[in-house]
Each structure stands twice: as C-alpha cells, then as structure tokens.
C-alpha cells in the first residue's frame, strides 16, 4: 500500500486496482470502500447522465445521496462528497456542479534523465536514465489526486524539450500509450510537450511553418500520435523562447508558427497550447529603454483573432516570471478573441523551493479578481510533484495542488480561507483550536515571505539561476532584463507612460490604478513607481524604514510560526519534514533580512527608527 499518496484523502485506504478501466467504476470502488469508514448510514447512488458531461448534480434525501452527472462527472461528484462527509461539512439537499473550464491542466517539467527542472521534490516520477521509469501504481495514485479536485489534463515533460524527450511522440509512443491507459480512468488525459524543430531531426533542413515539407512531416506524425493514444489532450510548446527554437528563426510570426501545429492537430481533436513567454533574455543591462514584461503583449496582442479555434494561448499570470508578487499579466486582458490559459507556479521556484511554506491561494484570487474569471478558458500550473517520499516535498506544499484544482474548477468557489480549512480538515482532523493554527499559518506564509525576501513590488533580489536566497545585484548586471536599479537615493522602475509605459498596457481601469501614487498598491510600488528612499508612504512611513520593517517582520513571523508548529500535534512523518524544513527557512529568512536590509542601508546611509541591527 502507498500510503504516501493519501494526503488529502485519508480515507482511502485500497489502491485503486488496475483492472478497473472506468471512471465509473473508479468511482464504485472509491465509494464502496470509504462509505463505511466516513459515513456507515448512508447510502449513495450513481446515476449515469452523459448529457451533464464533467459536471455532476448531488441531491441528498435522508441518508441517501444521489451522485447524476456523465463518466467522469460521477467520479468527480464521488470524490466531492466523501471530501464533503469526511470533513463534516453538510451537503446541501440539492446542488450541481459544472467545471468553469474545460482544460484543467498540470504541466510537469519532467526531463527524460529524471531531473525536474525547478523540481524540489525529488526525482521524475515518470523517467529516469532517459527512459520512462515510472511505478503504476504511484501514477494511478497520482491519478486520483488530480481527478479529486477536478485536474484533467497531465502534461508529462519539460517544454524545454531535451534529447532524447523528442522521442515521446516518436519510438516511445507505445509507452506513453501504457501511462495513457493509468491516467485514462481518473478522467486525466496526457499533453506532450515538443521540440519546435523536430522535423530537422529527421532530414529536413528548416522547421519553418510555411514551408510544405515540414508541414506534411507535423500532419504525418499526429497522425502516427493518435493512432496510438487517441484522447491525448495535445501538444505543449515553447518556441522562441530562453534560446527554444521557434518561427521567428524563418521570419515567422507566432501566429503562423502556432496556427501550422494546430492544423496538424485539429482532425484528431488535438489542442495546441502555445506559451507565450517570449521575451529578450540577451538585454544590454544599460538598456533603459526596454522593459522585459512588456515583451509578451507586444509578440501577442497584435495578432488576436488570428490562431486557429483550437490554438491556446498560456500566458504565465505575471507578466515578469512567477515572481512574489506581480500584477495580472495585461496580455491576458487585450486578447478577447482569442483562446487563452492562464500558467501558474505550484513548484516555487521563486517562493521557497518548498522549504519555505508559501500558500498561493491569496495570490491566485487577487489575479482573478482583476483578470476577470471569464477572460481564460484554461488553467494551467506547473507542477510541485517529485519522486520524495512526501511528493510535494513539503507536506504543505500540498495545499497549493489541491487548492490549484479547486481553483480550475471553479474560481468563485475557491476563496484562500476556504481551501486552507477544507484541506487541513481532510489532511490532519486536527481539533478546532490546532486548526485554526494551521490555517492561519498557511494563510498569512505568502505575506511573511514577500516581506522577508523581496516586499512592495521589487522582484529579483534573489540568487541568480538557483532562485534560493538573497542575493540583491545577482541580476542586475546581467541579460536577463531584471532590474530593480536601486541607487543611494532611489529603487524601482518607473513603468508609467512618464517611464517605460508598461502601464499603458492595460485597460484604462488597471492602467489608472497602478499609474496614480494615490492609488497603485503598497504591495507593487517599486514595480511601478521609482521612488526615494525618504518618500512618505500611505501609513507615514518612509520608503526605508519600510523597507526594514518588512524585513524584520518577516523573519519575526517565520520565528512565530516556528514556535507555533512546534506545538502542532501532525503525524509524525509530517511533522519531522515540516520542523527540519522549517529550521531551514528561518535561516534563509535571517539571510533575507540582513543582507537585503545591509544593501539598502549602504546605499542609503539611513539609520533603522527601532535601531535593531544593520551591518556596514
Ligand atoms: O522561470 C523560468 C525558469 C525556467 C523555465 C522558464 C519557463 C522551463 O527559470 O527554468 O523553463 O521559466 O517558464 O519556460
């Protein structure tokens, strides 16, 4: 038995046995064994009705319970109404669901030798040695992880496709056909991400999108791909981006480049799902002028309504890259008619490679509410999973996944408290007292760590490449086009129509809100505005001694918070990673606070109001 595959579902006991080819009859099989555990005196009944498709209907009369809904709807609504008993929360008497988005995807960033890239728990799951190299009965667990928040899709590789990845789609279709056949009856369908210029692997010199020959190679290979795994959900791609091959190479622009994959796709029901994390990554650091996060709006916006219907745009929710802290990304609010997805980082890379704890929650209502829960109609997130013996690597970290599917499912329904409570209720049943602890904890970690590491909108302090710990000029001298251009009397980019224009980005509401002192967030000034270290913010404090105070806070909180887990009674397998990872965020938090505190303090020369430590 896999017990670690449990988390948010202890009373699951039984792996799901291999036989069972169904979503249906998964969902017998879930029901039959936790019904007696979680809630002996009643009975529940599935109702087949494809016409409700993924969603499903629970109507509770007495002690019975009647799931209707299609294949995958019945498994859905199962797993939703044991999470419902198990945490005591009471079913309302009728109530249907439908899933707000039809692509609810996991994107693994999995190579072939087994290295994750920006992983930070563990090895692959699904390679190793340049090979699949995966235990079945782990994926299937992991398969019933995803399918209990509502996640459909798995997109299995890194979109920096490294050799031998290419092969995927190639030789080793039969056995992405067998991991296919795990993920099928949980109602997860795979994605495979692909090399560009694959057909110049085999004889031809160009990958350029007009040109026949690479055309009739992409047509021939799907329909090679779908011989053998006729539901994959499609083709993942990251072109002309971070050195990745891509259209612009033949003076292409990302419409032809995506629009030619696509239409090799489209026969067999494939999506083609194009990233557009296109940037310059070899900017002069003495160029002003250019300004890194306008750079996606700029590549995209212009060619809205001009991708093939079943071409998906994933622009990261950030226009900068999964920073702290960032504002929506404009593209996603001036491309109305075009199908985009909205990428998210449940691996944190920048957020404390789950040593620290950093619930996301906060951050993704904060984006949706100025994104607009209909501008998308997708969601993506990059995974935090490895091979760790916890496969979140922090037992934490586990919040983010199923809060993630909670999320894509439903976006008004997934509020940060909410999800917080639902998953320590279902994760630890800890008394009242213990989990208002918890949550608390998980709910207040995200503004703990902006404090600590990089607050008021600053970005990039952090040690270049590794992304772990301060390091405040790592990339300011460097190609990157991440720039705080901190000076001894000022910080920050002026990214206002007066400065770089990004502001201008945005529709007039967003546009005036971040453009005006009076109103842009405390939380993104130095994103937007340079300013003086003696400026005067909302609540009289200077810039500086804000600056400090963050930072000192910080750190006080991870001390707190420390204390408080100590007296946390978790299971003792959780409890040992949470206190060693803890034990080693305080030490990243001290780093944080002293050597970005000492930074400011050279450069400023200004004493700290509460005269606590700065170093010289
Ligand atoms: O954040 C950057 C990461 C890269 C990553 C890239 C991307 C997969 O540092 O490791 O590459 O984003 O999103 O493509």
Partial sequence: MHTDFRYWLPFLTED???????????????????LPRIAPDMSVTLCRDDSMGEGFRVCRQGNTITITGGEVGLLYGAYRVMMALYAGE???????????????????????????????SGRSLMFEGGRFDYDPIRLRGLARLMASVGLNVL??????????????????????????????????????????????????????????????????????????????????????SEHRPGPFTYGRNHAEGANMLARAL????????????????????????????????????Y?????????????????????????????LLAMPETNLAIEWQLAQEYTGHQIDIYAMMGMWQEVMADLGADKVMAMAAVSNLG??????????????????????????????????????????????????????????????????????????????????????????YQAWGTYHRASRDAVGIDRTAKGTGYAEQYPAELRDRYSSLETCPDELLLWFQRQRYDYVMRDGRTLIQRIYDDHFEGYEWVEAAEKKLTALPLPEADKAIVMERMTRQKKNAREWRDVINSFFYRFSGAEDEKGRPLYL
Wanted: charged share 25%; aromatic share 12%; glycine share 6%.
């Fill in 16 to 34: 799901v046995p291999a036989a069972l080819t169904t979503p249906e009859s998964v969902a017998r099989f879930e029901l039959k064994q936790a």
């Fill in 90 to 120: 009471k079913l309302p008497a009728d109530h249907a669901q439908q899933p707000k988005y039809a692509l609810r995807m996991i994107d693994n960033w999995d190579n072939a030798d087994g290295d994750i890239e920006r992983g930070y």
């Fill in 155 to 240: 997109c299995i590789n890194n979109v920096n496709v490294r050799n031998p990845a290419h092969r995927l789609i190639e030789d080793w279709l039969p056995q992405l056909a067998e991991v296919a056949a795990i993920f099928r009856p949980f109602g997860v369908r795979l994605m495979v991400s692909i090399d560009y210029a694959q057909p110049m692997r085999h004889g031809i010199d160009t990958a350029d999108p007009l040109n026949e020959r690479v055309q009739a190679w992409w047509n021939e290979q799907c329909r090679v791909v779908y011989a053998a795994i006729p539901d994959l959900a499609g083709f993942l791609v990251k072109a002309d």
């Fill in 266 to 301: 489209k026969p067999f029901g494939g999506n083609l799902v194009w990233r557009c994390f296109v940037y310059n990554c070899q900017q002069d650091w003495r160029d002003q002028v250019t300004d890194r996060p306008m750079a996606a709006y700029q590549h995209y916006v």
């Fill in 303 to 331: 060619l809205d309504g001009q991708f093939e219907d079943n071409v998906i745009l994933q622009v990261k929710n950030g226009p900068f890259d999964f920073q702290v802290r960032e504002p929506v990304s404009p593209t």
């Fill in 387 to 476: 091979r760790d013996e916890c496969i979140f690597g922090h037992p934490f970290a586990a919040v983010n996944f199923f809060g993630y599917g909670l999320l894509s499912w439903d976006p008004d329904n997934a509020a940060a408290g909410d999800v917080a409570r639902l998953w320590a209720k279902l994760t630890y049943r800890l008394d009242a007292k213990d989990e208002d602890t918890l949550v608390g904890i998980l709910l207040e970690s995200r503004g703990a760590y902006e404090k600590y590491t990089a607050p008021l909108g600053v970005c990039w302090m952090v040690v270049p490449h590794e992304h772990y710990g301060p390091s405040p000029d790592g990339y300011e």
